[in-house]
């Protein structure tokens, strides 16, 4: 069913429960590369819902609704299911580390067993932390919460290295920035998309790139589109690219038939 035949109803969190059983929601993955060099550096993860009921769903409405009504954690595992079996999948074809990395919402955080649950998913998985990056957005730490804090610094225990997602269009403090430990920002695609005509943005993606510079923080530019775009951002220093002018979201076998052949020789890691 597509989505214009789609049912004039909201969906509701039964929907998504029946979607999970029914093996609706599949990962796509956006390749992230080294700004200098065009090396493959890893994926990040993002969830799509091909419903038989509501046609292709947004993850902008679904991610919500299960955020909303408790149901991000069912979501989440059925997410980790699918890492696993393509980062075998990325082991197979190619010999050099590659990361995947994977989003968490304000309302995970928070939970006390997180850092716990994941660390044993490594385990049992015989997975090395590295090889998971984890991105939270700037709102995720406003409530500053002890929970947040002691979950994000197991992570890192972990080896898994941590980055604030969509940076600048939130409110975290910048304390956050020294005290918790984040590896790196990614600069929001607003700021990216509009960098060659719109001075203000211009210079906040300057000014962000030297911060992040003077902490010992990495930055991924998200939503590059066009190759102007790419020399302005590498001029800046910018450190690592993703964005439909690097590649278009797409399933993992996919992304290798077309990356692998001529990349997995590169051995840098983001």
């Known amino acids: 069913m597509t989505t214009s035949q789609a049912p004039h109803r909201p969906i509701e969190i039964a929907d998504i429960l029946q979607g999970i059983e029914a093996g609706e929601f599949h990962l796509v993955y956006q390749p992230q590369v080294d700004s200098r060099q065009g090396h493959l550096l890893g994926f990040e993860s993002l969830m799509r819902w091909e419903s038989a009921t509501f046609g292709t769903v947004s993850p902008d409405v679904f991610i919500g609704i299960a955020e909303s009504r408790g149901v991000i954690h069912s979501l989440w595992d059925c997410l ?12 197979e074809r190619d010999s050099a580390p590659r990361h995947i990395a994977l989003n968490l919402s304000a309302s995970q955080l928070p939970v006390p067993e997180l850092s716990r ?14 090889q998971i990056h984890i991105e939270i957005t700037e709102s995720a730490l406003l409530a500053d919460s002890p929970e947040v804090m002691d979950n994000l610094r197991h992570l890192n225990e972990l080896g898994i290295k941590l980055w604030l997602d969509d940076f600048g269009t939130g409110y975290s403090s910048l304390r956050h920035l020294v005290e918790l430990p984040i590896h790196g920002l990614k600069i929001d695609k607003l700021f990216i998309t509009t960098v060659e005509e719109n001075i203000a943005h211009f210079r906040l993606v300057c000014a962000i790139i030297a911060m992040a510079s003077s902490l010992g923080l990495k930055t991924v530019a998200e939503g590059i589109e066009t190759e102007n775009q790419s020399q302005i951002l590498t001029q800046l220093g910018c450190d690592y690219f993703q964005g439909y002018l690097i590649g278009k979201p797409d399933r993992m076998d996919n992304l290798l038939a077309s990356w692998m052949p001529d990349r997995s020789s590169q051995n840098e890691t983001l």
């Open 80 to 91: 980790l299911e699918q890492v696993v079996v393509d980062l075998r999948q990325l082991a």
């Open 117 to 130: 649950h994941i660390g044993e998913w490594l385990i049992g998985h015989s997975l090395d932390g590295a």
